[in-house]
């Protein structure tokens, strides 16, 4: 079976300054990692995924993270934050079995 | 975006009584998920679904049941309703392997 732990519930965190969402999993066998992103009222989006390749996965709107295996981490960053960036964010693995495992979530939010 | 649609979008219902929640996709994705988000928990895996008649139970399937009939359709039952099913329940689909879940907008159940 996998985990997810989200080492943060909640981030607040002031507009143009950095984050960090920190992702940690555990896993008997080889995952992918997904990071989602949940606006106000709304479902979840893909942020990123990491399946294979390169550690560090970059998504279009400046977000990245970074897969360590011997960690297992899987650690969420932006250099420069906007009030737009508030909504929580989910981790998730799957064992390649098409089910996913999702973490508790971090809240973030940026402020003025 | 994948066009996954699920109604109610709201619901109140009264302890005991039956309720059914539908999801509807377009993508004629075979994999269908039905999740239950709740603060503190993320998200949490009630059924799924690798294809027509085909569904296996999630880490918290207690008190649910599903079908899937048509490719497009994936129906969550509650028999009985609790008040410790009031929660929101997210739809998601994906079309297999290492693809992403996308997710519907979600249902808010109320159960007095």
């Known amino acids: 079976a996998q985990s997810v732990t989200q080492l943060d519930s909640q981030v607040p965190v002031f507009e143009e300054a950095p984050v960090e969402l920190r992702c940690n999993y555990s896993?008997?066998?080889?995952?992918?990692l997904f990071w989602y992103v949940q606006y106000p009222n709304q479902g979840l989006q893909l942020l990123l995924k990491?399946?294979?390749?390169?550690?560090l996965v970059e998504s279009i709107n400046g977000f990245e993270a970074e897969f360590n295996k011997s960690q297992t981490s899987f650690h969420l960053r932006k250099p420069s934050v906007h009030i737009s960036d508030t909504a929580e964010y989910f981790c998730?693995?799957?064992?390649?079995?098409?089910?996913?495992?999702f973490g508790a979530g971090t809240t973030v939010t940026v402020r003025a | 975006d994948a066009g996954i649609t699920q109604s109610p979008r709201h619901k109140v219902t009264e302890t005991g009584t039956p309720v059914t929640l539908r999801c509807h996709q377009t993508e004629n994705h075979r994999y269908m998920y039905w999740y239950r988000q709740d603060p503190g928990h993320g998200l949490r895996l009630i059924h799924y679904s690798y294809g027509v008649k085909d569904t296996d139970k999630g880490e918290v399937s207690d008190g649910y049941s599903v079908s899937r009939s048509k490719t497009e359709d994936f129906l969550l039952t509650l028999e009985s309703a609790t008040s410790s099913q009031t929660s929101v329940y997210f739809c998601?689909?994906?079309?297999?392997?290492?693809?992403?879940?996308?997710f519907g907008p979600g249902t808010r159940l109320t159960v007095t």
């Open positions: 998601a689909s994906t079309p297999g392997q290492g693809n992403e879940q996308y």
């Open positions: 990491y399946l294979s390749g390169s550690t």
């Open positions: 998730a693995v799957t064992p390649n079995d098409y089910k996913l495992s």
């Open positions: 896993s008997s066998v080889s995952v992918y």
